[in-house]
């Protein structure tokens, strides 16, 4: 199997049409059409479904991209060990954590780390979902969970916490809750239920109900970050994680007095990488500016 025609066959089984593969490649989608037609010819297997809305793997595609997935994933771990200096970290890191963690901590936090590493650059990929770290989706990632992958390296950064918040504007309308049943009468702020980055995040919607019922909120929504602008602007009491609360103006903690859970966080990254000195360097960036928040 020709290599070119392989990397083509992968670019078009990812893009799900062959004008978005094109764009991708920098080819016109004729020559991708080509190029995938000259591939199923020479294995004498159809490898895409093709009708009016694009394009679907046929079973035997769907093994061949596995395979491909596969490969190319291995490639490029051997080509960043490679391309890395034996001297200093060098080359592209992409980082995995979610999108609240990455948006309003960590994001904020990169330029000191690239002003030490001026050889490395960083992609930073925001999602609320892990990806595959085997299949090369990213080079590390910061979970909120251990790593479900038995093939992973970890280092636990730190332990989580979470702390319930308002702003002054609404304990000054509401009154300040005295003790966890208060907030009955309240006006609560939870994550929506689209994939939780944490688990046990709504945990307010239960605190101190022997029963297990829930609270039911004011507002729901999918963000932490939305959720801390709702309770900055009075709307609301909510949870919020060490790193949002303890740094944001505008915003009281109360009730210290009730117990929340612990989020353990987890430095994670492929066993391949366990030498490579850009993931040390960050590892240990890490480290030190947690440190910080202790």
């Not at 997935?69 to 001297?87: D, I, P």
């Not at 901590?105 to 990929?125: H, I, K, M, N």
């Not at 992973?152 to 989580?160: A, D, E």
């Not at 994550?191 to 919607?205: E, Q, R, S």
């Amino acid at each position: 199997m020709d290599w070119d025609k392989l990397r083509v066959f992968h670019a078009v089984a990812e893009a799900g049409s062959f004008t978005h593969a094109g764009d991708t490649l920098n080819l016109s989608q004729s020559a991708v059409s080509r190029q995938i037609s000259a591939l199923e010819e020479a294995l004498q297997v159809p490898l895409f479904h093709r009708h009016a809305r694009g394009l679907i793997l046929t079973e035997q595609g769907e093994s061949l991209n596995r395979t491909v997935r596969e490969v190319f994933a291995k490639l490029a771990m051997t080509e960043a060990l490679l391309t890395e200096s034996k001297e200093k970290p060098a080359g592209r890191l992409k980082i995995t954590t979610t999108v609240s963690f990455g948006a309003s901590w960590l994001a904020p936090r990169l330029q000191s780390f690239l002003e030490s590493y001026p050889d490395v650059t960083v992609s930073l990929l925001l999602d609320d979902t892990d990806l595959d770290l085997a299949m090369r989706e990213a080079d590390v990632a910061i979970r909120m969970h251990p790593p479900k992958q038995p093939d992973l390296v970890q280092r636990h950064l730190m332990s989580m916490h979470w702390h319930i918040c308002a702003s002054p504007a609404y304990l000054q309308k509401f009154g300040t809750p005295q003790s966890v049943d208060d907030l009955d009468q309240h006006r609560l702020i939870l994550f929506g239920d689209y994939h939780p980055p944490v688990a046990d995040i709504n945990w307010l919607a239960q605190a101190g109900r022997r029963d297990g019922s829930r609270r039911k909120p004011l507002l729901e929504v999918n963000s932490l970050h939305a959720m801390l602008l709702a309770i900055r602007s009075g709307l609301g009491i909510g949870a919020m994680p060490d790193y949002l609360a303890t740094e944001t103006e505008d915003v009281v903690r109360i009730l210290p007095e009730v117990k929340s859970p612990t989020v353990d966080v987890f430095f994670v990254y492929p066993e391949e990488l366990r030498n490579s000195k850009r993931v040390a360097v960050f590892r240990d960036f890490l480290l030190a500016r947690l440190a910080e928040m202790a």
